[in-house]
């Protein structure tokens, strides 16, 4: 399956946005908790999407560094060291806006700083959409579950994204209009996502407490009885909920109306985060029309 290309550049012509593949997962537990299981799904994720390769460490003070084996064996030292805190993000070459990417934030939790209670920890892996049509979405399910498997999640995606580092008004506009399939984000994961559910998306991962606020695997598996819906059951009460086979922007044009998205919307609305940062030039009121695309 061929997916739009969606690259823009800014007026310094560098490539500003772009289109890309995107899994996250969002967990509630603290750094120190968590920095060995970030470290195996790390090692999982860099194994499997080979022969790509991370070959830059981008460290806490934005500095860059070649990601060879002794800055690796330093990384790991570092990340399950004393820090409360831990910001690591990595790039592949060439570097791009839709390229291959990594971020991991690492948080204290819970936080020291009343107004940081909704922080949580995130995992961020970005790959090019060429990634996806040439290894098929049934590998990319298959990447996504193992990074899963070795991780705490309370919620998590797979999706077609369209981000930036550098704000592209018109382009945002129009894509936001035809394509609501899309996940819009700004490079990186968000920080107070707490429990909630960042959006609705082709692979939906889900744990507690929302989970049990659904009623459970069984109660989710009866509500979302439809074609073209599947539920896979994890270890340790988590599942994964899949909207068709492969990810689908929903073109607009060609009359798509992502009926399964909607269906797992109507059942996740309570617990859907609710994005505060405008996208471009988004209102108030053109941002809470996107994030009831679903719903309205």
């Known amino acids: 399956m061929q997916y739009p290309r969606l690259r823009f550049a800014d007026r310094f012509l560098g490539e500003a946005a772009s289109d890309a593949l995107l899994i996250c997962f969002y967990m509630k537990h603290s750094h120190e908790q968590i920095a060995p299981l970030i470290l195996r799904a790390l090692d999982i994720f860099r194994e499997r999407i080979q022969p790509l390769t991370l070959d830059w460490y981008i460290d806490p003070d934005a500095q860059t560094h070649p990601l060879d084996g002794t800055q690796w064996e330093s990384i790991r030292k570092e990340m399950v060291g004393p820090e409360e805190n831990f910001f690591p993000r990595f790039a592949g070459t060439p ?43 049934s590998q990319v399910r298959e990447l996504a579950v193992a990074v899963a498997n070795e991780l ?29 399939g899309l996940h819009l984000n700004r490079e990186g994961p968000q920080l107070d996502m707490d429990t909630h559910v960042d959006g609705v998306h082709w692979m939906n991962f889900l744990s507690q407490p929302v989970l049990g606020k659904l009623g459970g695997i069984a109660a989710l598996r009866e509500r979302l009885n439809l074609p073209g819906i599947s539920i896979q059951e994890l270890s ?56 009831r695309r679903f719903l309205d």
């Open 152 to 180: 705490p999640f309370n919620s998590g995606f797979v999706d077609l994204s369209f981000g930036w580092v550098n704000p592209v008004e018109d382009a945002i506009d129009l894509i936001h209009k035809r394509y609501p």
């Open 95 to 137: 570097e791009r806006v839709g390229g291959l990417y990594v971020e991991y934030k690492g948080l204290r939790i819970p936080s020291r700083w009343p107004a940081r209670q909704h922080d949580a920890c995130s995992l961020y892996l970005r790959l090019p959409t060429e990634f996806l049509e040439a290894r098929g979405p």
């Open 236 to 291: 340790g009460d988590r599942l994964l909920i899949s909207l068709g086979d492969a990810p689908n922007p929903g073109d607009t044009e060609a009359g798509e109306t992502l009926p399964l998205h909607r269906a797992l919307a109507r059942l996740l609305e309570p617990y859907l985060y609710r994005n505060t940062r405008p996208l471009g030039r988004m209102t108030p009121e053109d941002m809470r029309r996107w994030e």
